[in-house]
């Protein structure tokens, strides 16, 4: 089937990786690589970052929550810390990638994010805010984990995508950095793309929709 949406994760594909933060977080202080990561994957379904994503529970519950998941693993990592790492800087040359999808097909965004920082994006900054929800107001939709109450890789969220855009998942390209969200999606019919770096995504995409980048 011919492709009539693409559709894009956020954070690691519009903006730099928050996992680089992660781990310049754990050198700064000393800490094992992808501790952070290894503790988001404990109970993936229940655990801390499940709840905020799903906005079951608040920043200060989160921080608190964190901290007692990362001391179960040997570690003293509050989730306040975490939060303040999510935010990454916008790839200029994927937004212009994503505007020249737009001029061609349906475009969507699924984003598991939390009720922290400033916007969707969960900025820190106020400039780094309106730079990306200039980006998030070309959307023809969105759907986000905090506001949805359902995060990846739940099927159900994409599902909840195509049904808005009125696209069967066959005809969709689907971008995201974590390979446990892109599983779903792919086995609902849809082309995956994970991305590893910018250019490899441009690339990738590129191959997928038949437009040079």
């Known amino acids: 089937m011919a492709v009539e949406a693409v559709l894009w994760d956020f954070g690691g594909v519009f903006t730099t ?15 094992p690589v992808d501790v ?5 994957s404990i109970n993936p379904d229940t655990n801390a970052w499940a709840k905020i994503e799903r906005s079951e529970v ?20 509050p989730g306040r810390d975490v939060l303040a790492l999510l935010s990454g800087d916008l790839r200029p040359a994927v937004v212009a990638a994503f505007f020249a999808c737009k001029a061609r097909f349906k475009v969507g965004c699924i984003t598991n994010n939390a009720p922290t920082g400033k916007g969707a ?5 106020s ?3 309106k730079q990306i929800a200039e980006v998030f107001a070309h959307f023809d939709h969105v759907i986000e984990s905090s506001k949805a109450g359902v ?22 390209v689907y ?8 599983k779903p999606a792919r086995e609902m019919g849809m082309t995956t793309i994970k991305v590893t770096s910018e250019a490899q995504l441009l690339a990738d995409l590129s191959r997928a929709v038949a437009i040079p980048f």
């Open 58 to 77: 608040d920043a200060a519950t989160f921080d608190t929550l964190f901290l007692e998941e990362s001391r179960a693993l040997g570690h003293e990592i």
């Open 127 to 129: 400039d780094k805010a």
């Open 175 to 182: 971008l995201d950095d974590l390979g446990i969200n892109l």
């Open 36 to 40: 952070i990561r290894r503790i988001n």
């Open 121 to 125: 994006g969960m900025s820190s900054s």
């Open 151 to 172: 995060r990846k890789p739940d099927p159900r969220i994409y599902q909840m995508m195509c049904e808005a855009l009125g696209v069967a998942p066959s005809a969709c």
């Open 17 to 31: 990786s928050p996992f680089d933060a992660f781990n310049r977080y754990e050198r700064e202080r000393g800490l």
